[in-house]
């Protein structure tokens, strides 16, 4: 895994290369950043750099003996745990080792969704376990065989219990040359004893620009489902690879044509509308919901008149400025709290046909009688 071959983050990629230059690499450090971020990808690539035999100015060779084993991540100095659901007691992260190839491999963004879809899950829960840890102890008590550095990367912190406070003599005091690299999703599910042993390196959500141009570049979209694609996402490369995946649908007109069902108050098309809906598919259902609720946010940013704050295509902008005059704020939100129980009700397989028909007059009733519910924000049990 490269620099170059990793889309956007380029500060964060300058301060990484700017430590091994100027020989302030720390020991233990903790890459912290959002699903879809890249944060398991930089690690990767920045552990390649460290044991690259020909280091170039801004990366790694990619073509000496010890990149070329990095690409298959088959290094002998280079060990990784995560997450697993283990059959047995003694599973540890080596037991899943060819499929933890496979899927990093084929996709570096992977989340731990994807993941589950590599192993047979059923209804485990996932989770690092003490076996696993006197795994990591044992395998970091050796010097490094080829590299300078003998290197572990841990994805996903959070999914150990206090089973990982067996780590933290070794993080403290670990072997000369031994580098721990943590990829955490969230900091305050990370146990509080080995957080404070670690040195942050914070990843930031990618730019709607960088998610934009990775799919015209590498995937071969059109500049418009690009950036319908980057404006869902919100940041996530994960779930804009996922979303290709998927059926390719304008969700902006299938968004408007729905409200304007609902405005105008058009029962029998509703009826047909909501039909076709239901025989999206969850995921592409998710996807409409979670348009519809970032398009509202678009308007109301157009209604508060910050509209340079507005990231829309040249066409939906003109329909969200239209939306903008006919819509209040309170009406908007009222709007918007609707499609965030639908959302909800989404993924916990409710009736499709019953749920959009809900909404649909729930919508109805804010917009013709005027009939905004107050201190609606919150999402049932």
């Not at 609707?338 to 729930?362: G, M, T």
Request: aromatic content about 10%.
């Amino acid at each position: 895994m490269q620099f170059s071959t990793i889309v956007g983050q380029e500060a964060i990629k300058q301060r990484l290369i700017n430590t091994v230059i100027e020989n302030r690499v720390s020991h233990a450090q903790l890459f912290l950043g959002p699903e879809g971020s890249g944060s398991l990808a930089l690690a990767v690539a920045y552990a390649q750099f460290l044991s690259c035999e020909d280091k170039q100015p801004n990366d790694s060779c990619g073509v000496c003996s010890s990149c070329r084993k990095y690409q298959k991540l088959m290094h002998p100095d280079l060990h990784f745990s995560y997450p697993f659901f283990a059959k047995h007691k003694d599973d540890t992260a080596l037991t899943f080792i060819e499929q933890w190839r496979e899927a990093f491999i084929t996709n570096p963004y992977l989340s731990l969704d994807v993941w589950r879809d590599y192993l047979e899950a059923e209804n485990k829960q996932a989770n690092i376990n003490i076996a696993e840890c006197h795994q990591i102890i044992k395998k970091l008590s050796l010097k490094p065989f080829e590299s300078a550095y003998k290197i572990l990367i841990l994805w996903l912190p959070e999914y150990l219990d206090k089973e990982g406070n067996a780590l933290l003599k070794i993080i403290e005091e670990p072997q000369p040359n031994t580098l721990f690299l943590l990829v955490a999703q969230n900091q305050d599910q990370i146990l509080n004893t080995i957080l404070s042993r670690t040195q942050l390196v914070k990843i930031p959500a990618l730019s709607y620009d960088d998610i934009k141009a990775h799919l015209i570049t590498h995937h071969h979209q059109t500049e418009h489902a690009a950036a319908e694609i980057a404006y869902l996402s919100n940041g996530n490369l994960t779930e804009a690879l996922a979303m290709l995946e998927q059926d390719n649908k304008s969700y902006h007109n299938l968004f408007v044509q729905w409200l304007r069902y609902c405005f105008a108050n058009k029962g029998i098309e509703l009826v047909s509308f909501v039909d076709q809906l239901s025989k999206m598919g969850r995921e592409n259902q998710k996807n409409f919901l979670r348009y519809g609720i970032s398009f509202i946010r678009e308007c109301c940013l157009l209604m508060a008149e910050a509209g340079s704050l507005v990231h829309l295509p040249a066409s939906e902008l003109e329909t969200a400025q239209k939306m903008a005059k006919v819509m209040t704020i309170s009406m908007a939100n009222a709007i918007s709290t609707e499609l965030e129980k639908a959302h909800y009700h989404v993924e916990r397989n409710a009736n499709p046909k019953i749920l959009f028909l809900d909404v649909s007059l729930q919508i109805i009733s804010f917009v013709r009688t005027k009939s905004i519910p107050q201190g609606n924000h919150y999402i049932p049990n």
